[in-house]
Every structure is written in C-alpha cells, then in structure tokens.
C-alpha cells in the first residue's frame, strides 16, 4: 500500500521550460489536492479535484494546470515556469467516507532558475 | 488573505516541557480543525483532529483545545520528547469549500 506517490521528487527547470508533476495514489480516495509549500506561508491550495474529470481553483491557481482523468492520477503541469514558482509541492487525497483526514505524498522540490 | 493565523513561528522546549502551539480562525463554516506534523523531507501527517462541539481532546501526550467562542484552538504536548521536534500546522476544514486551509506552520525544538 503506497499511498500517495509523487514524482519527481526534484527538479530543477529554467525559467520559461514546463513540467508536470504526477501524483498517484492506490486508496481509491475521491479528492485530490495539490499545495505549494513556502516558508512561513504554510501551505496554500493550488487546485484540487473532486473526482475524475473535475478540476477545480484554489488559492494560488495562476501559473498552474491541473488534470484528472483518471481517479488515481492528479497532474500539476507548470506551462511557462517563473523563479516565483520555487517551492515545494504537496499532492493530498482524501477519502469522503472517511472524515476529513488528508493523505499526503512526500513532495517535489521544484527550483526555477 | 490569512484565514487560519497560528503562533509563534519558532518554539524551543525543554525535554519534558510542555509545547503549545495556538491558532484562530475568522470563517465560522469551519466544520474541522486539524494539527499535522512534519518532519524534514516529508509530508505532512494527520496528528489529532477536533470538531466544534467538542471543547478538548485528548490522545496521548497530544491535546487540542478548542474554544469557539473565541473562535481560537491550541495544541498542547505533554512531556515533550526530541522525537516530536518537527513543524506543526494547525488547519480549518470548510465542508462547504471542501478544501483545508492551513496556518503558517510552528518550527518546533525539544532540546535532550
């Protein structure tokens, strides 16, 4: 039972290249979620899912794309890449016949230079 | 736009002292106040939880104090040990939003 998979788990991009970044997982959770995680900011949402097919905008949503479609799969894809969006990047997931408690995966450091 | 504002930012403790860790909130649709813990290079994992109705809970050497009123909630460790050095969240589930909103997080640092 993995959980919830991230990958990469580094990544370094040039500033103006695009990536994505997969998150799995094999709980058969509904939500997905993907955060960014800046010191002394928390974490703030990007964009999350309720189910396959459904995206929706969270907190910091520009720069940012996201897709599901499939229910384990949840892509963060980054079109055009900015030294703003250095950060490291948590997937979640969550159950909704079990409460309100999050699964994270182990992140993505990502650095744009 | 901070929703959930958590303090202090750093806390250092004694081994055997007693670490709280104190958050409020502004939306009162929070239906669910969360702490989770993480560890350096890892990701964040559930602590304890509280719902509203409930003034305190319990787990362990871990409790969440809850005060609606005040619209404020708190973690307290008993006997904190080195093991629990690490950062703390405390977060604010909106059912309504369906998403968790977190604090800032609090470095903590229990000294052997």
């Known amino acids: 039972n993995a959980g919830v998979t991230q990958t990469p788990k580094f990544r370094v991009l040039k500033t103006g290249q695009s990536m994505t970044l997969l998150c799995a997982q094999d709980?058969?959770?509904?939500?997905m979620y993907w955060y960014r995680q800046d010191p002394g900011m928390g974490l703030r949402l990007i964009h999350y899912?309720?189910?396959?097919?459904?995206?929706a905008k969270g907190e910091v949503p520009d720069g940012y794309n996201v897709s599901r479609l499939k229910k384990q799969n949840f892509l963060l894809g980054l079109e055009s890449a900015a030294p703003s969006q250095t950060s490291v990047y948590f997937c979640a997931s969550r159950s909704t016949r079990q409460g309100y408690g999050y699964t994270f995966g182990s992140g993505t450091r990502l650095t744009v230079v | 736009q901070q929703q959930v504002k958590q303090s202090p930012q750093s806390l250092i403790v004694q081994k055997g002292g007693i670490s709280i860790i104190n958050c409020a909130y502004e939306?009162?649709?929070?239906?669910?106040f969360p702490w989770y813990q993480q560890f350096p290079g890892k990701g964040p994992a559930l602590l304890i939880a509280?719902?509203?109705?409930?003034s305190e809970k319990k787990e362990g050497r871990f409790t969440i104090s809850f005060n609606k009123s005040a619209k404020q909630f708190s973690l307290h460790i008993m006997d904190s040990q080195p093991g629990d050095s690490a950062t703390y969240f405390c977060a604010a589930h909106s059912g309504s939003a369906r998403q968790l909103t977190f604090g800032s997080g609090t470095q903590l640092t229990v000294l052997p």
């Open positions: 709980m058969n959770h509904e939500y």
């Open positions: 509280i719902r509203p109705d409930v």
């Open positions: 939306n009162t649709a929070f239906d669910y």
């Open positions: 899912s309720v189910g396959e097919g459904t995206t």
